[in-house]
């Protein structure tokens, strides 16, 4: 044995992701949990009821009179066997009062070879049997299948230290990350931040040089050492090549002897990311049939729970373990993730985000009032109904949240229930309509109530210009659900256990908070800003260096009090956004900080189930710093804190699937399980997956990364739920940002013209119901404006009556006024009025915050 130096055993670390382990002459244990001490994880059962883990066995209900054996069972798949080599299934069993079972080790797939099958009579006295077998082919879909149905009479099974062992060791799982030059495979904007990370043994700068697709050096320099870097272990520099900005594609970066992947240098690298990611909505839609002309053939697919068997939801779904004595119609929504739960926490997140990236084109200058978002932008049933595409499908999930609460006159009428899903996990893959489980609420939470009361309350203002009705709903809801959280305002989350996520909460102060602000926002009223200044959130610090998330809601209301138009008195919204803009600088540091430039802490403890979103969220505030200053650094930070998830990360891996060289395609669904059924599809362009977590909350993970550096604890693998899932939080991230990014980079150059604007409310008339303004716009450019266009967006639900001194117009909430024909020509230094009436809704009347001229934002006096 050679041995190292210690800086000869850094380089080596630093090269290769994961140590080299010596073979092992331990025998090789198959099975997962098989002493069920991480609960039912790793274990299918269908058939069965009652199904769980019962003083630290695995024990089920197994009904009288199924014909068959294998019309129940319980077992764990993708099991690796070698052909030759022996092995010893092993397990203690009990059944009472009594029946016989078979245990099997077989083909987990047609057709279904039978390597092993014992039939074993069971008592209620434990037994502990071994069974040794030759595996007669190499295969990695073996299944190991206790199967227990065909007793005449019901009986409880429990199964405890189930085991296999045998074959060979295999080798130490070594991760293949490609070029050692780490890029984001997708792309830089022409004039946006360009960043790159060398991994690399050499301790001095190094050359480093840009060629283009045909080969041609187009820009060169000097690397920056950076030492070994925290989260990943590796010895890394950084390459800076912001200077750079000639569009292209096919460039690559070359260092140290290495060649990137490829990337494009364009102003549209992100402008189809913006539908992608939000497609996977539709996609994720429960109860209606998945269009394959919207979407594409393979992701073509019948409703699912809709009542229809073999579904038993959730069109009438009975509440867990008999906690509450009705049923409730609880279609729609979105499924959770890769399981087909949906939670009221969870969706209350994702639905604001998507709320709140179409709420930001009112009021952000770039984001151009919302051409990208608009109605038709995305591929859903309700195009073209005038309505903006990404509202349409908020609206799916807002439905299935207002129908998750307790009607009146039932106990904690008001209240919403936390969860629904699954009595049991299903197998992977489980399409919708094939479920068989029962589904089931569970009981009603404050988290899940104020959940409910924010997201209808962004509901009543967003859709107020479009469909009053449904405002005026959501409305109703908010204010029901907020009064009920009041009086209920400590009933935390009661998980009666079942087939799902806990999504558990015990701090609902952030929940308050968040839904006191968007009632305030929405409605004007004084009990609601009187809540919104009590609460400790307010002046608290709510940006925590790993970033928000379904469970720490402050930083939600904090963001719309920061942007969204409201009379909150001027000293105190200045300091609300003032928190925004220190939160944003911290990140930047953070971002400085991290040789692969993301704003996340190098430690184990920021890399935790689902830690892609929280980065991503750190980028929204970073991007909100941005919208409220114009400040480049807060834009150029969101931009390269993107690079992490695109593949400038340990692992040269894009977490998006569709985009990058090598991006994630294995994500646990059960839905796109591409990777355990080859005629299922991978998912969709645009899924993010989890990310790196140094915690390897699943077996799979636990099994292959264990002493994983941060950055390297992920697999691209359906078997590993805590670190390769999707779920609809972590979209609902990356399609905020990607909206974001996609407006940075619009094709069109910016507008030559400049110009100032003022706006005056002359006053209320009709009991406070109407008011009369002018808006006055000077071409504060020097030259001649000919034909203009002025526009803006109503914040508060006001609608225009009639115009003068300009053709004027409204659509949904957006004023368009134009020049008459007498005064079309705007010259240098002239303004332009437009006088107007126009009506509210009651409640704030805000002024608009973005005015624009021929698409240029004009600044105010
Ligand atoms: O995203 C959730 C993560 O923050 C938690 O640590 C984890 C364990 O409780 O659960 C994650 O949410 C999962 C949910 O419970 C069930 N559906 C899939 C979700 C994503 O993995």
Redesign the pocket.
Known sequence: MTVLTAAAATATLALTSLTVQPASAEPVQHITNGDFADGTSGWYSYGTTATGVDDGQLCATVPAGLPNPWDAGIGQNDVALQAGAAYTLAFDATAAPGATVRAAVQLGAEPYTSYLSRDVALTPATQHLEYTFTAPEDTTAGQVAFQVGGGAAEYRLCLDNVSLVGGDPEPPYVPDTGPRVRVNQVGYLPDGPKNATLVTAATEALDWRLENAAGAVVASGRTTPRGVDAASGQNVHTIAFSGFTIAGSGYTLVADGQTSHPFDISRTVYERLRPDALQFFYIQRSGVAIDGNLVGEEYARPAGHLGVAPNKGDTSVPCRAASCDYRLDVRGGWY????Q?K?VV?GGIAVQQLMSSFERTKTAVTAAHGAGLADGTLRVPERGNAVPDILDEARWELEFLMRMQVPAGRPLAGMAHHKMHDANWTALPTQPEDDAEQRELQPPSTAATLNLAATTAQCARLFAPYDAAFSATCLTAARTAYAAAKANPAKLAQDLGGG?????DDDVSDEFYWAAAELYLTTGEAAYLTDVTASRHHTGDVFAATGF???STAALGRLDLATVPSALPAADRQRVRQSVLTAADSYLATIEAQAYGLPMPGTAAAY???AN?NILNNIQVLATAFDLTGAAKYRDGAVQGADHIFGRNALNQSYVTGWGEKASQNQ?TRIYAHQKDASLPHPPAGSLA?GANAGL?DPFAKALLTGCKPMFCYVDDIES??TN?V?I??NSALAWVASFLADQGRAEPAPAVSCRVSYTNYGDWADGKGFTAQLAVTNTGTTVVDGWAVRFAFTGGQRLREAWSAEAAQSGATVTARNTTTNRRLQPGATAYLGFNATTPGGPNPAPELITLNGAACGFP
Request: aromatic fraction near 24%; proline fraction near 0%; charged fraction near 15%.
């Open positions: 959770d993730a890769g399981d739960g939670y969870n799902g996520g806990a999504y558990g998330s379904w469970g935790f189930w689902g979103s646990h989890g909350d739920y805590a899932e779920a939080n972590w």
